[in-house]
């Protein structure tokens, strides 16, 4: 058999079919090492779905002035964080990279200024859920960084330019969490499933009801949504990568919810597939 002959069959395994989007709310870079319901989320998440040709991720932490994508051959694993134990910092997601699905995004992206970027690599917004869905690492990724210059509805709009690449495999996936307070967290309840302050509760109600029904705006315009939303937002890092989720849903699309659920009084892991 030819190297062409592999590379026939490889490409016949290949999906053709149009992916859904995903956003995980990734909590603590400890789920990367732990077993809980979360994690057990995110595996079943990805057993539901096709397999994709190549992941595109949008993570909370890589926050830019300007848009950047990822365009090494093999992007190395971050372990952007301190203060956890050694074992999480030896976790490598060796995933390689997709030189030219990150020219595809930025031709997709025009006119909108998007860099390649070679000296990045995979966060631990990437790697921490990828490493449950997909632990063998075969699949290509590439990271769209997160330019926090432009208010929510360019964001939202940005995504919907990335539609394309659904119809190839790929799967879009945004991580970060709806409602991320780190300076309000309750340290007793920080595993205890659905602990949560009062003004989390009623975040959660509105933001769950406004995506299942489709109030997308309300969403976008989170700024002037009450006193709960500037709780669980008080910072948009890990809250646009749900708003470029949500830029991608088709009118026709299914939208469900899981993981669902608050811990550390002001944290919520909801997570949300479409299609």
Not at 39 to 66: E, Y
Not at 69 to 74: C, D, I, L, Q
Not at 98 to 104: G, Q, R, T, W
Not at 165 to 180: A, P
Request: with cysteine; proline share 6%; aromatic share 10%.
């Amino acid at each position: 058999m030819t190297l062409n002959d592999l590379q026939n069959i490889s490409e016949q395994f290949k999906t053709t079919q149009r992916m859904p989007v995903l956003f995980l709310g990734h909590g603590s870079p400890m789920n990367a090492i732990e077993e809980n319901l979360f994690v057990q989320g995110f595996r079943m998440a990805a057993q539901k779905i096709p397999k994709p040709n190549a992941i595109l991720c949008i993570s909370a932490h890589w926050f830019t002035d300007g848009t950047f994508v990822t365009a090494m051959n093999m992007p190395k694993t971050i372990h952007d964080f301190y203060g956890f134990p050694k074992t999480l910092f030896e976790v490598e997601y060796p995933a390689p990279g997709d030189p030219e699905l990150a020219k595809e995004t930025l031709e997709l992206l025009q006119p909108i200024l998007v860099e390649e970027d070679h000296s990045w690599g995979l966060d631990h917004g990437t790697w921490s859920v990828l490493k449950h869905m997909y632990p063998n690492a075969d699949i290509p990724v590439i990271q769209l960084s997160i330019d926090y210059t432009k208010p929510p509805q360019y964001h939202f709009e940005l995504a919907t330019r990335l539609n394309k690449l659904r119809e190839k495999g790929i799967l879009i996936l945004g991580s970060g969490n709806i409602i991320h307070n780190l300076r309000m967290i309750d340290w007793k309840n920080i595993n205890t499933v659905g602990a949560g302050w009062d003004w989390a509760v009623e975040a959660r109600e509105k933001t769950n009801n406004w995506i299942l029904d489709g109030n997308f705006q309300n969403i976008i315009d989170y700024q002037n949504q009450g006193i709960s939303l500037q709780y669980a937002v008080p910072t948009p890092d890990h809250f646009l990568p749900l708003i470029y989720t949500l830029g991608l849903k088709n009118k026709s699309e299914d939208l469900t919810l899981f993981n669902d659920a608050l811990i550390g009084g002001s944290l919520s892991m909801t997570s949300v597939r479409i299609g």
